[in-house]
């Protein structure tokens, strides 16, 4: 299957940098180079405010970053978890992205950065996204809250959904796939090789 012109244009693109792969960084330096190639933000898509804060998560705060919309409240809610493989990613790599749905969608937006491996072990990321989610839902109706696909996180809203333990309580109003994958689909992804967004360092990685 032929990437999408566009996807391919970004891909060729991302190698003229001639930067090395992420799987062959530290996981500091990954993040390093995540964060230096994190999109400006677009004055054309301007919020009407941005505050950091904090919410209790399983072992002390979790940070957050709020993205307000113009207009009146109440908004609809979209709660960003950003991708990375559990073990890039932060409030800043993800703020144009943020912006840009806030400011889009005309809603308002949650960012979580939630803990990463390898510093802090499995489950820790998926703790910590379901903490914000519950904080945020003991305090609006879960009807208005949307949560964001992207990458490694497209399995929360799962988890996320048996983790609603109380009968009869509310589920969030749906998902929202943020960065899908046109370059694959079905079967297509066990055989996409380099240059691909699936490289065959994944397809063959030894699980054992």
């Given at each position: ?5 566009q ?27 995540m ?16 505050e ?9 705060e ?15 809610i979209?709660?960003y ?15 144009s ?8 969608a ?24 379901v ?32 983790a ?18 046109p ?5 297509d992804?066990?055989?996409?090789s ?11 990685a030894?699980?054992?």
């Amino acid at each position: 299957m032929p990437l999408d012109p566009q996807i391919k244009k970004i891909l060729e693109e991302a190698a003229a940098l001639g930067l090395p792969a992420y799987q062959d960084l530290s996981p500091t330096e990954a993040r390093k180079q995540m964060l230096d190639l994190a999109p400006p933000v677009d004055p054309l898509l301007a919020v009407k405010r941005v505050e950091d804060r904090s919410i209790p998560g399983p072992v002390g705060e979790i940070p957050i970053r709020l993205y307000y919309p113009s207009g009146n409240s109440p908004f609809a809610i979209l709660v960003y978890f950003h991708g990375g493989g559990w073990v890039v990613g932060d409030l800043d790599t993800q703020d144009s992205i943020c912006r840009g749905l806030c400011h889009d969608a005309g809603c308002m937006v949650m960012s979580v950065a939630y803990r990463l491996a390898p510093e802090h072990v499995y489950p820790a990321a998926i703790d910590d996204c379901v903490a914000a989610y519950r904080a945020l839902a003991a305090d609006v109706d879960p009807s208005t809250i949307t949560i964001e696909l992207s990458s490694s996180t497209e399995i929360v809203p799962e988890i996320v959904t048996l983790a609603q333990v109380a009968p009869g309580s509310a589920h969030f109003a749906g998902t929202f796939p943020t960065t899908p994958n046109p370059a694959v689909s079905g079967n297509d992804m066990l055989s996409v090789s380099h240059g691909d967004t699936l490289t065959a360092e994944y397809v063959d990685a030894d699980d054992g």
